[in-house]
């Protein structure tokens, strides 16, 4: 099929999608006019019921923690399936090395890799300190702010980032050695099942909230499981991007070795 | 102002679209997919919204003010996240693809049609 | 102006960028443009979250989609870039 026969079907589709779209959104009640039960319902009732004042987090982590579960597995597969799609590449590349191809580390030992400025080395180190901090008070204060797992353990990771931005990469790979990677991200999605199941244990629902809520709405050690599960969260999604990064940065580590 | 946000939605998903079909590049498909996630994220929040209404954190206000929906702001927080790890997923096999046939057009890539 | 006028306003220019935008990540073909045009997409993203008074779904796409995402595209591309 040419490329132009591929667009004049392309035009038909979205004429079509484009009708359905139009179709659908005019049964919609308009923009600003959400009429649903669910958005005033939780907000009357979650200081009651969770202590907590971080609305979405409570959502996310106790009304409807059953689909953050499956959401976290999806990142702890994503993480796990490169290492398995991205293994058998390095072997490969192993054995053309060996045979003095043009990418063997020799080789890359001549190339000129520009070293890193000043400028961003002192910036990013600076930055290391603070970033890992603001990671770190987002995934422990889900319950107060608009904060959580899943952003603080970004920020976390993007500490990690910045020591490779810097320059240091072999220094990166010191202080993020792919088995304690593994063992925190284990920590972190198996933490978060551990403590549904201990709900089943006590003969209460799977991922009931079984902590003490504490006194004051919105304080770090309010809401019970939320705060457990948020920090859980938070440590699974760091430890899962750095093995993200760790995988992809493997194939610099062989060019780097031979010309550092 | 009624359906201009779900206009946009439209919009965005068909331009991602286009991108995807016309792309010669697998990187610039992945990258078009991206495009085409993240207006879910718009629709979600358009259609959770409040006029006059406030982020649902109730720090300040009180439990009955006027707040947008949070269970849509939950789905799409979670949402954003799991993306980017897929999107790595799928980057990871395109670099494959392109270490096993040596490019990363998907016109010459014809082999993958088994 | 009423403050509800004010913030229709500011969603639909957020919007207008937004849509600009997503054609524009569309149209660019060369690679290492395309990360950076990314990344300019993923802050007019978080902009248009915070617009819609949801700070939790802009915190996360500030961080994921301006920044985690296209270092993993970087070092993607650096991967399968010819060597020189």
Redesign the interface.
């Known amino acids: 099929m040419t490329p132009r026969q591929r667009l004049c079907l392309f035009a038909v589709a979205a004429a079509g999608l484009a009708a359905c779209y139009l179709w659908a959104f005019a049964g919609l009640p308009g923009f600003g006019s959400y009429p649903g039960p669910y958005g005033p319902a939780i907000m009357s009732r979650v200081i009651a019921q969770t202590n907590a004042t971080?609305a979405?987090?409570a959502i996310n982590f106790e009304y409807r923690g059953f689909d953050t579960v499956g959401e976290e597995f999806i990142l702890f597969t994503a993480a796990a399936g490169m290492s398995v799609v991205l293994r058998r590449l390095r072997g490969e590349h192993e054995e053309g090395a060996r045979e003095g191809q043009?990418?063997a580390p020799g080789?890359a030992a001549s190339?000129q890799v520009p070293a890193t400025s000043s400028s961003v080395r002192v910036v990013s180190l600076l930055l290391v300190g603070p970033t890992a901090v603001i990671g770190w008070w987002?995934a422990t204060h889900a319950q107060a702010n608009?904060?959580?797992g899943?952003?603080g353990g970004?920020?976390l990771?993007?500490a990690f980032?910045l020591i490779y931005l810097s320059g240091e990469f072999l220094a990166f790979r010191r202080l993020s050695p792919v088995a304690l990677l593994d063992v925190a991200e284990a920590v972190g999605a198996g933490g978060f099942v551990a403590v549904g199941v201990t709900a089943l244990g006590m003969s209460l629902p799977y991922l009931y909230n079984y902590l003490p809520l504490g006194t004051i709405p919105g304080a770090v050690s309010s809401s019970g499981t939320i705060a457990l599960i948020s920090f859980l969260v938070g440590i699974e999604v760091a430890a899962a991007?750095v093995l993200?990064?760790g995988e992809?940065?493997d194939?610099?580590l062989l060019r780097r070795e031979g010309s550092s | 102002?009624q359906v201009?946000?779900f206009l946009?939605v439209a919009?965005?998903v068909i331009?991602?679209l286009?991108?995807v079909i016309t792309s010669?590049?697998l990187?610039?498909q992945i990258?078009?997919l991206?495009?085409v996630q993240?207006?879910t994220?718009?629709l979600l929040?358009?259609v959770g919204?409040v006029?006059?209404?406030?982020?649902?954190?109730l720090f300040d206000i009180s439990p009955h003010a006027k707040?947008?929906d949070p269970v849509v702001?939950a789905l799409?927080?979670t949402d954003?996240?799991v993306?980017?790890a897929v999107?790595?997923l799928l980057?990871?096999l395109?670099?494959q693809a392109?270490k096993r046939f040596g490019t990363?057009d998907p016109h010459e890539l014809v082999e993958l049609r088994g | 102006m009423t403050?509800?006028a004010v913030?229709?306003v500011l969603?639909?220019t957020v919007?207008?960028l937004?849509?600009a935008g997503?054609?524009l990540?569309?149209r660019?073909?060369d690679?290492v443009r395309?990360v950076l045009v990314?990344s300019a997409?993923g802050m007019l993203?978080a902009i248009?979250?915070f617009t819609?008074?949801?700070?939790?779904?802009a915190?996360?796409?500030l961080?994921?989609?301006a920044?985690?995402?296209p270092?993993?595209?970087l070092?993607?591309?650096?991967?399968?870039r010819k060597?020189?």
């Open positions: 971080g979405v987090s043009s990418s080789a190339r987002l608009p904060s959580g899943f952003q970004v920020i990771a993007t980032f991007f993200i990064i992809l940065l194939q610099s | 102002m201009f946000p946009v919009w965005i331009v991602g286009y991108g010669r590049d990187i610039h990258v078009c991206i495009v993240s207006s994220y718009v929040l358009g919204y006029t006059g209404g406030v982020a649902p954190y707040a947008v702001q799409a927080l954003v996240v993306e980017a999107t790595a980057l990871s395109a670099i392109h990363l | 403050p509800n913030m229709d969603q639909v919007l207008v937004v849509a997503a054609t990540v569309v660019t073909r690679r395309l990314l997409y993203l248009c979250f819609f008074q949801a700070p939790d779904v915190l996360s796409e961080t994921v989609g920044i985690a995402l270092l993993i595209l070092l993607a591309i650096a991967k399968v060597p020189e």
